[in-house]
């Protein structure tokens, strides 16, 4: 029996990723924007760097972040969640290093403020959109 690659599962990983790379890669424009002297993205394909940045960062919460979040639990238990931002800081800086020319981080103050607008879109998108699409396509 031939399996059906485009099933309700891959609709929703697609759907799941298509609004994860558009909420990054606004976020990074509209922070970088915001915060000029703390993030730089290189203005000659302003959108394709920041779109790559956000493929990076969801390969990286994706890969990453689960053996990032099971190695702090102590840290953000003892901070009751507040570290788990910092979480997002570590992969920004990891994006940071691999774009180092076109896409980097100046500051500390910036990724912070970045990886918490970060969290905020995960939390949102996964409680307020992908959730309701995951319903409907079951």
Do not use: Q
């Amino acid at each position: 029996m031939k399996k059906n690659i485009f099933s309700k599962e891959f609709f929703y990983k697609l759907i799941d990723w298509a609004i994860k790379m558009v909420g990054y890669a606004a976020i990074l424009m509209v922070t970088s924007l915001i915060f000029d002297d703390t993030l730089y993205i290189d203005n000659g394909y302003f959108g394709l760097w920041s779109l790559i940045a956000a493929v990076i960062i969801f390969l990286l919460n994706k890969t990453i972040k689960p053996f990032l979040v099971w190695l702090t639990i102590p840290i953000t238990g003892i901070t009751l969640g507040l570290f788990y931002p910092f979480i997002n800081l570590i992969i920004l800086k990891i994006v940071s290093l691999v774009l180092n020319p076109h896409f980097y981080i100046n500051g500390i103050w910036f990724a912070v403020c970045a990886s918490l607008l970060i969290s905020i879109l995960n939390v949102l998108m996964d409680t307020f959109v992908l959730d309701k699409i995951k319903g409907k396509v079951k």
